[in-house]
């Protein structure tokens, strides 16, 4: 027990490990967590979770992935998918049918595997998932239209290309007898209805009892991960291996039912997925013996090239023919095709229920799948970068700021940020904020920053921080509460909390984002000080000379510290707000008490015209300075 105990911490702890070292190092997580299967299982033999888990192993597999397929299908919305340019639409359907299929023939005629096999490998293969893709285009930092087709590809196929897989399995049962039907009619109308009828159903059934408060808040993800596995099992004692599908279509119609609390349930949803993935992944790498790596000799190459090189990209430029993509569009989205958990789980399940069942060649299924994976996350993975230099689709933005709420003072700080060449909106659901935003020349976005809507209108990855500056506090700390998962806690900030009547109407300082200035100011502070001749203003960060002890004359600046300025601005100084670096990134001066501009950044600072940052009166030899060494008017 207790090393049955030691090995399920291993597991955890490479999982949850591999999962951070990723983020550190910011590649996609999946290579590290495929690399710590192999070398915990088939390269050391040290763990074999098939004899671990004994009869255990098959049942914990099929849980593990139908939450996670669960998790994909509550993120597909049919509004978005009809909202989509006819380029996504046209990846999806028919690029999507047209990779399966050319990925059936790779793998009969390519890799030698039954049709069986071969079919629903194909299915599996439509799926890019978006846990690969993601990190990949924050790295690649690629142009919007490129991105948004890989991103809406991978969010969109991830369910599709599951239950093409399902489908396909489903199809294989009924011809094959292996469900207890008398007829094949029969057989097709009862997965019918189990899986897709009884999904529709149980959704229907959460979403409904969820709305009129038949569940409390704090039972509600509880209640919704206990549903799905129970979902699963009596779908699948109802109808063999109809028990995915049911639960795929269990997420799609949670995720188009109108539920306040849905975006609750989707962030619990992805952290038990998260863990799930962790522990899954290595589970089902440690299962691969060496004989069947081994054994995949020269026909695996075969079929990862024809999958790569021909199968994909065909498919690709098929669907996409009169999309209206350049042919540098075609060319990337058809070579740029990760393949990630989701297909390594389902391929996992299938292949040990193909060998149960008389399949020869079903073993093979999870190690060719992981061959797929381990290709498209080297290659496309280490190529994403150059090839979008090579055919002129990176953006040469920095990742810029999303300004949450419109005002005198919002537009005036959107200029310095245009100014500085970075991307820049402003977002308010009152016209009358953002009229005068649009003469500037300011990307504006009138609407609900937080609906729907907006994530769909929005190209989010084009910016790096968020400023809540509505005049509402409540509001700005709702927005950087909403938005601080996706872009990281530390790159949302917030005008200060309204001062007077604190203890009883301010928000608590455990929630929201980080105050922008400090000493903190409000909205309401920050309009008189508009009134008042206060303004924004950019300069390049200059060292103060020195007075050198013996002489008494200046030393030069080059001999001076950037330690010797304070850390926080006198009520009549300069606030600094950001600063941007050489290479174009944006360091905000709250995000850390100890960061302070570099000679040759570029610093964005509020204040008094007096002490505002300004070279304008800097003088040609020594230009004059204030204490935190911007120069002063």
């Not at 809540?468 to 700390?477: C, H, P, R």
């Not at 501009?597 to 509020?606: N, R």
Request: a negative charge.
């Amino acid at each position: 027990m207790s090393s049955i105990l030691l090995k399920i911490a291993l597991i955890g702890g490479a999982g949850i490990g591999s999962q951070w070292l990723a983020w550190r190092i910011r590649i996609p997580a999946i290579a590290l967590l495929l690399l710590a299967g192999l070398i915990m299982g088939p390269f050391t033999g040290y763990l074999e979770p098939k004899a671990m888990l004994g009869d255990l192993y098959k049942p914990i597999i099929g849980s593990a992935v139908a939450i996670i397929l669960f998790e994909g299908g509550i993120t597909l919305k049919f509004r978005e998918i009809r909202e989509t340019s006819t380029a996504v639409r046209r990846i999806i359907f028919p690029g999507g049918p047209l990779v399966w299929i050319f990925s059936a023939l790779a793998a009969h005629y390519g890799a030698g595997l039954s049709w069986t096999t071969s079919i629903i490998l194909g299915a599996i293969l439509v799926v890019t998932g978006p846990t690969v893709i993601m990190p990949l285009l924050r790295q690649a930092q690629l142009s919007q239209r490129p991105a948004s087709l890989l991103r809406w590809e991978a969010i969109v196929n991830d369910p599709i290309g599951a239950i093409f897989a399902v489908l396909a399995f489903e199809t294989y049962l009924v011809i094959h007898g292996s469900h207890d039907s008398t007829s094949l009619a029969i057989s097709v109308v009862s997965a019918l209805v189990v899986g897709i009828g009884g999904g529709y159903a149980m959704g229907r059934l959460i979403g409904w009892a969820f709305v009129n408060a038949y569940v409390p808040e704090f039972l509600k993800s509880p209640v919704l991960l206990t549903s799905v596995l129970g979902a699963f099992a009596v779908s699948d004692l109802i109808l063999e291996e109809s028990g995915l599908l049911t639960v795929t279509v269990m997420g799609i119609t949670l995720a188009n039912t109108k539920m306040a609390s849905l975006n609750e349930l989707k962030r619990f949803k992805e952290t038990v997925t998260i863990l799930l993935v962790s522990g899954l992944f290595i589970l089902l790498t440690a299962s691969l013996d060496m004989a069947t790596i081994t054994s995949l000799g020269w026909e695996a190459l075969i079929f990862v090239f024809l999958v790569l090189f021909i199968a994909r990209p065909v498919a690709i430029f098929l669907a996409t023919i009169g999309a209206g993509l350049t042919w540098q569009e075609r060319l990337m989205t058809a070579w740029i095709a990760p393949r990630g958990i989701v297909a390594v789980a389902v391929s996992g399940l299938f292949g040990a229920t193909l060998v149960d069942m008389g399949v020869a060649d079903g073993a093979r299924l999870t190690a060719l799948t992981f061959a797929i994976v381990a290709s498209t996350i080297a290659l496309h993975g280490f190529t994403l970068s150059p090839l979008a230099s090579l055919l002129g689709l990176k953006s040469a933005d920095k990742p810029g700021v999303l300004i949450v709420g419109g005002s005198e003072w919002s537009n005036a700080l959107a200029v310095q940020i245009k100014d500085l060449g970075l991307p820049v909106m402003v977002a308010d659901s009152n016209w009358n904020h953002i009229r005068n935003t649009r003469s500037l020349e300011v990307p504006v976005y009138y609407g609900e920053v937080l609906s729907d809507a907006a994530h769909h209108d929005i190209a989010f990855n084009r910016y790096g921080h968020v400023i809540a500056a509505s005049d509402d506090d409540a509001y700005n700390t709702l927005v950087c509460n909403e938005l601080g998962p996706e872009f990281g806690r530390g790159n949302v900030f917030q005008l200060g909390r309204g001062e007077g009547d604190s203890a009883r109407r301010s928000v608590s300082v455990t929630v929201g984002g980080k105050s922008l200035f400090e000493p903190q100011r409000d909205f309401a502070k920050l309009r008189v000080d508009m009134f008042n001749g206060w303004e924004f203003a950019t300069a390049e960060h200059t060292q103060p000379p020195v007075k050198s002890p013996e002489t008494g004359t200046d030393t030069g600046a080059e001999t001076a510290t950037t330690e010797d300025a304070p850390a926080e601005p006198a009520a009549d100084q300069a606030h600094i707000i950001f600063w941007k670096k050489s290479d174009g990134t944006l360091v905000f001066a709250q995000t850390s008490k100890t960061a302070k501009p570099e000679t040759g950044d570029m610093v964005v600072s509020f204040g008094p015209k007096q002490t505002a940052a300004s070279q304008d009166q800097a003088d040609t030899n020594h230009p004059v300075t204030d204490s935190a060494g911007l120069p002063s008017r």
